[in-house]
T-cell receptor, first 115, second 116 residues
């Protein structure tokens, strides 16, 4: 079964600093990997989707890299803002017949950006 | 606007009662999912459906039931057999995933169930 670990569990930075969030997974046979943001009491908002054939994906201040062979993905957030405060979750999607369609979620990294 | 609508947002249940959480999507997605989220834990998959009239158990299906009679709707019933139902429930859907693109998962705003 896919195991997903996100490090660190919590992170506090002053505004303007760059954020680096790590995600590791045990089964490299993935179809894609998705990064989400969750605000307290809310649903998940999709940030970036990286296909298994891609090495990275960018959207504005966000950049996500994927090293499938080593089971790692990293989310970079440039020039952090207080509005970036949220919990960030990664979820690789299974690529085998048995695991198809199932996303396995990490517990998330809780980020606080102080003004 | 296209999206996923979950209702109710908050629900209180007495022990021994069944409750049904609604999930409706207008994204024309085939696949729909139900997840449960507990404090400090990642999301856990309850049930999923890849097509109308078909669904599969996820990792924690015991005490739950679903139906998929319409493409747009995937209601979840929390039965009295679920021993610890207090949690935040999230519904999601995604379109077809073709090689190299697609498969992005979208979520509703969630339903918080509290057992009194």
């Amino acid at each position: 079964k896919q195991e997903v670990t996100q490090i660190p569990a919590a992170l506090s930075v002053p505004e303007g600093e760059n954020l680096v969030l790590n995600c590791s997974f045990t089964d490299s046979a993935i179809y894609n990997l998705q990064w989400f943001r969750q605000d307290p009491g809310k649903g998940l908002t999709s940030l970036l989707l990286i296909q298994s054939s891609q090495r990275e994906q960018t959207s504005g201040r966000l950049n996500a890299s994927l090293d499938k062979s080593s089971g790692r993905s990293t989310l970079y957030i440039a020039a952090s803002q207080p509005g970036d405060s949220a919990t960030y979750l990664c979820a690789p999607r299974g690529g085998t017949t048995d695991s198809w369609g199932k996303l396995q979620f990490g517990a998330g990294t809780q980020v606080v950006v102080t003004p | 606007d296209g999206g996923i609508t979950q209702s109710p947002k908050y629900l209180f249940r007495k022990e021994g009662q069944n409750v049904t959480l609604s999930c409706e999507q207008n994204l024309n997605h085939d696949a729909m999912y139900w997840y449960r989220q507990d404090p400090g834990q990642g999301l856990r998959l309850i049930y999923y459906s890849q097509i109308v009239n078909d669904f599969q158990k996820g990792d924690i299906a015991e005490g739950y039931s679903v139906s998929r009679e319409k493409k747009e709707s995937f209601p979840l019933t929390v039965t009295s057999a679920q021993k610890n139902p207090t949690a935040f429930y999230l519904c999601a859907s995604n379109g077809p995933g073709t090689r190299g693109k697609g498969g992005e998962l979208f979520f509703g705003e969630g339903s918080r169930l509290t057992v009194l």
